[in-house]
């Protein structure tokens, strides 16, 4: 049983354009989420994260958007460039100082120059 | 930045045999270190909650004399899979917390394909 559900498994976009990366979760308890890159033979990066609060975190080109009701949460990255060609995964947590992390399957994203 | 390592990067191994993954922090201190696996086209999958100088915490439904833990230490966690099978065969990688950092502050290492033959 998926509790975070990334049902996207790749993702094709045109540089310069919006990325934008699904995922969906089932359990209420969550009560924040991150989004994590990762390159081939590395570990997954910390990109940004949202609490259950907010409905909205931006830094930079990545733009993380919460829709609690619909327990869905999207990463728009914009624009897109190379560079960000990756996985990435969406995680979800409980709990303040709670440090495990519930992982999706992840999205490979294509950015095309 | 944080660096956390892990070692070998990867492992081919018979059948029975014993695997040692070792997960440092390499500036920092972690009481508590998480060891992952990643299946073919998976999510990660949270397998224990290592914590230095107690017994790590397992997830429903990992065996715990088939994957012991030891966090010796505050800046290195091992994983040994003993009498490794086929099925072992997968992606572990552990992450590490720095102690007193926020939740995003969560490191993880490269890590370890093991493949039993």
């Known amino acids: 049983d998926q509790q975070v559900k990334q049902n996207s498994p790749s993702l094709s976009v045109q540089e310069g354009r919006i990325s934008i990366l699904n995922c969906d979760y089932t359990?209420?308890?969550?009560?924040?989420f991150l989004w994590y890159k990762k390159y081939p033979a590395e570990g997954p990066t910390f990109l940004i994260s949202?609490?259950?609060?907010?409905d909205k975190n931006e830094d930079g080109r990545f733009t993380v958007f919460l829709n609690k009701s619909a327990k869905h949460l999207s990463l728009h990255i914009v624009p897109s460039q190379p560079g960000d060609s990756a996985v990435y995964f969406c995680?979800?947590?409980?709990?303040?100082?709670?440090?495990?992390?519930?992982f999706g399957k992840g999205t490979k994203l294509s950015v095309i120059p | 930045g944080a660096v956390v390592s892990q070692h070998p990067s990867w492992v081919i191994c018979k059948s029975g045999t014993s695997v040692k993954i070792e997960c440092r922090s390499l500036?920092?201190?972690?009481?508590?270190m998480f060891w992952y696996r990643q299946f073919p086209k998976q999510s990660l999958m949270l397998m224990a909650t290592?914590?230095?100088?107690?017994?790590?915490?397992?997830e429903q439904g990992v065996e715990k004399d088939k994957f012991l833990i030891n966090h010796a230490s505050l800046t290195l966690s091992t994983l040994t899979v003993t009498s490794a099978h086929p099925e072992d065969s997968s992606f572990y990688i552990c992450?590490?917390?720095?102690?007193?950092?926020?939740?995003?502050?969560?490191?993880f290492g490269p890590g370890t394909r093991l493949l039993v033959l």
């Open positions: 992450s590490a917390p720095p102690r007193g950092r926020t939740q995003e502050t969560q490191y």
């Open positions: 359990n209420s308890m969550f009560d924040y």
């Open positions: 949202i609490s259950s609060i907010k």
């Open positions: 995680a979800a947590g409980m709990g303040a100082g709670s440090y495990q992390l519930t």
């Open positions: 500036d920092f201190q972690a009481t508590t």
């Open positions: 290592s914590n230095e100088g107690s017994k790590a915490t397992y």
